[in-house]
């Protein structure tokens, strides 16, 4: 590994479903904050804060998530959450919160102070199954923001297709083909078709034996015609 190549963090991609979630805090941060977890498929978020966004009350009115008009309580609040954000004004409470949830063993996310916390929430790009989160670990949300937006112009729609059907080859391959070499190198193949669009994939059936032939010979023969 270079050398200073670790900037401390190991990035991961949760899933959401089901996790009790709790957002301290109802202004523009902890809404922001707040449509991230939901994009990412949270659906048992609590948030708690005496007052909150048009947008937060607008979610909270759909039953998206449940608002607790209140202010938080470190003591009681924080148990059964699995994931807590601290988005409040007040210093010392997301302060606390971040001491609790370490306490708990709760992930932990801190607004005004990211270091107290065990995660930081990146920017993120979605394309379908693609999904791109750039980190500039804390030294500037501006840059992570401009590299995303950067990102996003480069891979479009036409990588969501292809996830598509390579998440759907993938399946099959992996109920047809018992040779493990083979089936890597047809999973191989199909990517990197993918990538540079050079076959039409057709119907996935079809695509799996032309790639089987492809890596069992087939592409020797057009390495050689090339
Ligand atoms: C990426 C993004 C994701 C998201 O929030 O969804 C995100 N911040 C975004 C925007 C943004 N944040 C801020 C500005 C104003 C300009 C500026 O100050 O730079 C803008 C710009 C804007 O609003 O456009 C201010 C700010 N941010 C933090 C602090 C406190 C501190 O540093 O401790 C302060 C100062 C507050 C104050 O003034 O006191 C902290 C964090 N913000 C992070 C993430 C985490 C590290 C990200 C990384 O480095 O990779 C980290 C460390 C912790 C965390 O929040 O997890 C999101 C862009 C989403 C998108 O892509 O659109
Ligand atoms: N991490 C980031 O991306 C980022 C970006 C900008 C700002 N910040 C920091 O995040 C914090 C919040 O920023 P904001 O712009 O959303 O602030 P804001 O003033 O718009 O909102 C603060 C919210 O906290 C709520 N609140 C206050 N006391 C509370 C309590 N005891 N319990 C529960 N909720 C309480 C308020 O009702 C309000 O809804 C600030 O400290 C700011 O410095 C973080």
Redo the contacts with the bound molecule.
């Keep these: 590994m270079e050398k200073n190549a670790s900037n401390g963090y190991y990035p991961v991609a949760l899933k959401m479903a089901g996790k009790r979630c709790l957002v301290?805090?109802?202004?523009?941060?902890?809404e922001r904050k707040l449509m991230g977890l939901l994009e990412a498929g949270a659906d048992r978020v609590v948030l708690?804060?005496?007052?909150?966004t048009e947008a937060i009350q607008k979610l909270s009115d759909i039953g998206a998530i449940e608002w607790l008009p209140r202010?938080?309580s470190v003591k009681s609040d924080l148990s059964g959450a699995w994931l807590v954000i601290a988005?409040?004004?007040?210093?010392e409470?997301n302060a606390a919160i971040a001491e609790e949830a370490e306490r708990l063993g709760i992930l932990s996310n801190i607004?005004?102070d990211y270091e107290r916390g065990s995660f930081i929430t990146p920017s993120v790009i979605r394309k379908g199954r693609l999904l791109i989160s750039v980190t500039a670990t804390g030294a500037s949300?501006v840059f992570a923001k401009a590299v995303s937006r950067e990102l996003e112009s480069r891979y479009g729609q036409r990588y969501a297709d292809a996830l598509e059907r390579l998440n759907e080859l993938r399946r099959l391959a992996q109920e047809k083909i018992e040779d493990r070499m083979l089936k890597e190198k047809v999973l191989r193949l199909a990517a990197d078709e993918c990538l540079t669009m050079k076959h039409s994939m057709g119907h996935a059936e079809d695509w799996l034996h032309r790639l089987i032939d492809r890596t069992k010979g087939g592409l020797q023969d057009e390495q050689q015609q090339q």
């Design positions: 301290a805090g109802g202004g523009k941060v902890a708690i804060s005496p007052a909150v202010a938080c988005a409040t004004n007040d210093r409470l607004a005004d949300p």
